[in-house]
């Protein structure tokens, strides 16, 4: 087991249809999905974080067609919504992300309902988890029952045995000077409170592995992926 964060009270190693613009589902929803085996890894951490860093580097280390990577969710809300930071502490833009992310995630697993020849179904460099964590970390009043109003909708309870069978890697911290910053400390305290509460399993990448290739070549471990 990697060594937990400094600022994490839980250990780094975790416990172990169609969606709509409105968020509703339908019979079956996310059914394609785990009623097969699926290969899919979400990369976790607070905003800059070095996610996007990472991904990019598996999909070019793994040769994995830039189709089956999820990336950049929530940035392409806040512009084709107009949201900004002022809305982050607001349902309605943590909603919109959440079911934006299951939308992305479930249209490349429906392209690629067989998986021949690559190491992975999809890589996302963040979960439909992540609006609920922030909206857990809000200072706004309400902040608890905005969190419990994500975690309970219909489409994420929808995804959770998905979810609960991927392999979910958190990143360590690094501040590439783009976005403003969340308390990181903050951020892991609630996300792996989350992550535990919904039996979701997870693995962290300690601060001693500052080198892509050493971040890389952790993950590649944990598929099963050692390189030759």
Request: proline share 4%.
């Amino acid at each position: 087991m990697e060594k937990e964060l400094d600022s994490a009270p839980y250990e780094c190693q975790g416990k172990v249809g169609q969606i709509t613009d409105n968020g509703t589902t339908v019979d079956g929803h996310v059914q394609y999905a785990y009623d097969r085996l699926v290969r899919a890894v979400f990369i976790l951490g607070p905003s800059s974080s070095g996610k996007t860093t990472l991904c990019n580097a598996l999909v070019e280390d793994l040769g994995l067609d830039r189709s089956r990577y999820v990336t950049e969710v929530a940035r392409n809300v806040m512009k084709t919504h107009g949201f900004t930071r002022h809305d982050t502490d607001t349902f309605e833009m943590q909603h919109t992300i959440m079911m934006a992310q299951l939308r992305a995630e479930e249209a490349v697993l429906k392209r690629y309902s067989e998986n021949i020849g690559f190491p992975l179904d999809i890589l996302s460099d963040r979960s439909a988890i992540d609006p609920a964590v922030y909206a857990g970390t809000s200072t706004a009043a309400g902040a608890a029952e905005r969190q419990e109003r994500l975690l309970n909708d219909p489409a994420f309870r929808a995804v959770l045995p998905l979810y609960q069978k991927s392999t979910f890697v958190q990143e360590w911290f690094e501040d590439d000077g783009v976005r403003s910053l969340e308390d990181p400390r903050v951020y892991n305290t609630h996300l792996f409170a989350v992550m535990e509460e919904l039996e979701i399993p997870f693995v962290c990448i300690g601060e001693e592995r500052k080198d892509i290739r050493d971040r890389v070549d952790f993950v590649r471990e944990l598929l099963g992926q050692q390189r030759a």
